[in-house]
Nanobody, 124 residues
Framework: QVQLVESGGGLVQSGGSLRLSCVAS????????VAWYRQAPGSPGEQREL??????????NYADSVKGRFTISRDNAKNTVFLQMDSLKPEDSAIYYC???????????????WGPGTQVTVSS
């Protein structure tokens, strides 16, 4: 069983910063790509938007809307992924979800695990 626990969400004023963390626990052989998604209330189809992702080797990818403001990083030894969010805007308000691509120890199957989400609210 693999569990993800997120922390660091909250209420911040426009222009402020927050740092999200997500740690994985349980039995697994390795963690590959990790990512942050977000879902805003009333979003079309209630779809989750990819915010940023990082491979195990450190290659990153960002949504255009957050480039230059958000930074994703990871600590492989601690099975933790971070999202540093600077220059926050009201439109960044959403529930942020951590996703970690976990390789199971028994059969090398890779499964995407999700955290429960953490609320980020940016006031204008």
């Amino acid at each position: 069983q693999v569990q993800l626990v997120e922390s660091g969400g909250g209420l911040v004023q426009s222009g402020g910063s927050l740092r999200l963390s997500c740690v994985a626990s349980g039995r697994f052989a390795a963690i590959h790509t990790v990512a942050w998604y977000r879902q805003a209330p009333g979003s079309p189809g209630e779809q989750r938007e990819l915010v940023a992702e990082i491979s195990r080797g450190g290659t990153t990818n960002y949504a255009d809307s957050v480039k230059g403001r958000f930074t994703i990083s990871r600590d492989n030894a601690k099975n933790t992924v971070f999202l540093q969010m600077d220059s926050l805007k009201p439109e960044d308000s959403a529930i942020y979800y951590c996703m970690q691509e976990v390789e199971l120890p028994t059969n090398a199957v890779e499964i995407d695990y999700w955290g429960p989400g953490t609320q980020v609210t940016v006031s204008s």
